[in-house]
């Protein structure tokens, strides 16, 4: 028996029988070829989407337990049928769902996080010598109810399981050959990277490459789980996601990414009392509303009113409203917002010991008459808010500036013409 071996597959991978079918052969592959294998599976297509709509036909906000009950469906039905595929191939499998495979979150529902995997039916199975199916994207709570973890969560739920069981490594196959040094469906001539450094992954997961989620990576990276991301179409190696000192070249832009979804946050009058940033910050984190980039303007005299900006995810600003409605009532703070707002990051770790990245990054975009709204940086990337509309010009710019398309280009293979 060689090793352990957990493989995820995403919602395209799984979209139609065709492709269903096509994974299951994969998994038995895998299994053929004497390693023990877990495998996590997506809900099918844009499943999860349409539940979603599904869930706001029915109530505009949904009650979040029960989103949860209902979204966590989708996942469970691609491993109910995958199951039966592999079953056909005259393999033993059997699904379980995030509960069953013993999955244990928090209470957070729609962005509940993984506390502990008691693995123990898991292992069983995988001794009696069947292959596992686990619903992605769900847990049970500590107090018994069923969660989800986010979108884009079958990557954690994938992560997670190869901790529990020590697998040797966890892969990720998806409608891409890796991770790219763009979002491939943005710019085509993107280049498939052979490796990245989790600290990199991290800073690219965080903004905006959603091909692993960015939770997935850092429990990779706390727990020693070797990450490989690639293609489900093809068998050529993807990307292995590798600990800083494995990582031989280190150039100083390794990647560009994006995001369409983030949502401005203005705070007009906010007095200049001690502590009520403090307060404004906490109100947002009990309501579990991640504040991204953050910048107050000094008041003009000293006791004035100042403003105060953050970019929160678009998906976050009901939430965010609501939690600062007492406050905004309390100061008189009039909030406003803008919710078409994007953002471009430049990264890489060869920056930290190279000046004039941000200064061509802030010429680049100038020369494209874009407009940046606002700055963030960490010691491996450089990250603008800009408007939404902007930023498949943005990125693109941003890619040739630096040069980063190269030979070992490789395209991905469906076509790109539903992104913007
Ligand atoms: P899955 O359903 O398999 O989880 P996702 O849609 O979540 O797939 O993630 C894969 C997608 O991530 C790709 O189709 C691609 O458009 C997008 N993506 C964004 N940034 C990158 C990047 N830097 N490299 C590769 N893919 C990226
Ligand atoms: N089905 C979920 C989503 O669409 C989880 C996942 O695909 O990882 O976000
Ligand atoms: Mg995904």
Redesign the pocket.
Known sequence: MNGTVVMKF??TSVADAERLKRAAQRIVAKREAGNRVVAVL??RGK???FLIAEAQEISPQPDPRELDML?ST??RQSCALCAMAINDLGHRAISLTGSQAGIVTDTSHTKARILDVRADRIRHALEEDSIVLVA??QGVSTTKDIT????????T?AVALAAAIEADVCEIYTDVAGVFSADPRVVPEARKLPVVSFEEMLEMSASGAGVL?LRSVEYARNHGVRIHCRSSFEDAPGTVIVGEEETVERPLITAVTHSTEEARVTLKGVPDTPGIAGRIATALAEANVNIDMIIQNEPVSEGAAAHMSFTVPRSDLVDARAALAAMCEEFAIELATDEAMGKVSVIGAGMKSHPGVAAKVFTTLGEEAINIEMIATSPIKISCVISGAQVPDAVRALHAAFELAGPGTIRPERPFGEFV
């Open positions: 995403g919602g997506s809900a499943t999860t989407d979204l989708g996942e992605g994207f989800t973890l986010g979108r884009g969560g079958s990557d739920t989620q």
